[in-house]
Each structure stands twice: as C-alpha cells, then as structure tokens.
C-alpha cells in the first residue's frame, strides 16, 4: 500500500524520498464561538411552553439524579461490605466519595437496605 507522504520509488532504487508539507501563505479562520444551548430553552419564545418544557426537563434531572443517588449507595454499600476481603472502612468511602463521615455511614446503609429488595 502506497504511503501518501511518500513520493514513488526513485528509478534504481534507492531510499524513499519523503515530501515535505506545503507552507501556508494564510491563516486559518477562527471557528466562530457558537451561542450555548440548553436543550433550546432558549429558541422558546411562548411562556407557556417554556415553562412546560423546562419543569420537564426539571423533573427527569431530578429523577436522574435521585437514580443516581442510588447506585451511589450501592457501590457504598458494596465497597463497605465485611464480606469482601477488601472492604473499606466509611471513613474510606467517605473519602472517595467526598462525603463527611456520617453521610457516608448513612449512604451505606441505605446501599444495604436496596441491596436487600423490598421487604
């Protein structure tokens, strides 16, 4: 397979010649900074429908973020566990997780209780 950077073979053999780059006699345009947007909240121009659309978005950020506060507990409760060999203390978990202490002593417990279903 021919290499792109490479001329052909000289006749007789030889080394490969290499070409070099072509120098740029201008500069690039810079990429023009594009406006931030926010699940085109924005764009909305109806109250109504803003407000709409943004308790939406509102209630599935909450809902994901309250889903991720569970898994946040089970792998607490999972790295915490006195079965494992390699079990940490929650003062270990706290620290990796940047929770107080206490917090991370309540997050594991809760962990245990969802790791053990409903009752």
Do not use: C, N
């Not at 500069?27 to 406006?35: D, Q, S, W």
């Amino acid at each position: 397979m021919a290499d792109p950077g490479r001329t052909p073979e000289p006749p007789g053999g030889g080394p490969p010649r290499y070409r070099r780059p072509a120098a740029l006699f201008f500069e690039p345009p810079a990429g023009e900074r594009e406006e931030e947007h926010f699940f085109a909240l924005e764009s909305l121009t109806d109250p109504r429908e803003l407000l709409d659309r943004a308790t939406e978005l509102a209630v599935a950020f909450q809902a994901a973020a309250d889903r991720a506060v569970e898994f946040q507990a089970l792998a607490a409760a999972q790295l915490a566990d006195p079965s494992r060999f390699d079990a940490l203390p929650a003062a270990a978990v706290a620290e990796r997780a940047g929770w107080t202490e206490d917090y991370a002593v309540k997050m594991i417990d809760y962990g245990r209780e969802l790791l053990r279903g409903p009752s």
